[in-house]
Nanobody, 114 residues
Framework: QVKLVESGGGLVQPGGSLRLSCAAS?????MAWYRQAPGKQRALVAS???????TYAASVKGRFTISRDNAKNMMYLQMSNLRPEDTAVYYC???????????WGQGTQVTVSS
């Protein structure tokens, strides 16, 4: 089974930057970052295919960059110009391209506050 391990969360001030990492077990999976704030639904932040095609939520486009290193089975989310509304638990997700089976990481807390 797929094991996802996330790291990089923390407390930052508005306008600051943070880089999240996800160690994944398979390079063929489509990878994505989701986030969930208290009392809200989990929402897609960004996704990246094994070939490097990316998709971003409108709220983060231009501020966040998703990337992956297939040789290392690693996926990243570089976040800049952070806003208080970016505060959430961020989750790594891996989706198999044909079975559509998916797996979640444990989540890492990102808090943007003064």
């Amino acid at each position: 089974q797929v094991k996802l391990v996330e790291s990089g969360g923390g407390l930052v001030q508005p306008g600051g930057s943070l880089r999240l990492s996800c160690a994944a077990s398979g390079s063929i999976y489509t990878m994505a970052w989701y986030r969930q704030a208290p009392g809200k639904q989990r929402a897609l932040v960004a996704s990246i295919t094994s070939g490097g095609d990316t998709t971003y939520a409108a709220s983060v486009k231009g501020r966040f960059t998703i990337s992956r290193d297939n040789a290392k089975n690693m996926m990243y989310l570089q976040m800049s110009n952070l806003r208080p509304e970016d505060t959430a638990v961020y989750y790594c997700k891996a989706t198999h391209p044909w079975s559509q089976s998916f797996y979640w990481g444990q989540g890492t807390q990102v808090t943007v506050s003064s």
